[in-house]
């Protein structure tokens, strides 16, 4: 065994896949990358999710407490990135990276169509925020592109680098 620093631990833990996270505030809608979320609950479905205090996103969510939650698919990766590395405050994401809107059912936030998966949600709870930047959502509504048989995730890996998900194992499971 090697030591590792600390500062790299997290490139260990991955959560799970990048995400799109999409708000909108008065008529203004805005999107980011975020790759740290959690799932905390099954039923109803529940999402911690860290959106840094520094990200045009924070105040947004913060305010409206509701967002959309896109999960891409390894297609949109270079978009995923690029909207990752720029702010709301100085471009409109949708435009400059060419990603499809549609209006939600329950919330005022886009829905990505691009996008293979799209989960409406609102805020549940926010004792976290303050502290930690984590906010825990509650998905009120779940859409999927049915047109997108098998999306493969991307999952970020720290510095420009992501992973790939890809085979499939089925093992036996005491999960319904």
Known sequence: M????AAKVYQLLEPGPVVLLATARDGHANVMAMSWHMMVEFEPPLIGCVVSSANHSFAALRTTRECVIAVPAVELAEKVVGVGNCSGREVDKFTRFGLTRASAERVAAPLLTD????????VAET????????FVVEVVKAWTDPAQKHPRTIHHHGYGKFVVDGETIELKSKMP
């Open 127 to 134: 004792r976290l925020v303050n502290r930690y930047n984590l």
């Open 115 to 122: 996008c293979f998966a799209n989960l409406e949600c609102r």
């Open 2 to 5: 090697r030591e590792l620093p």
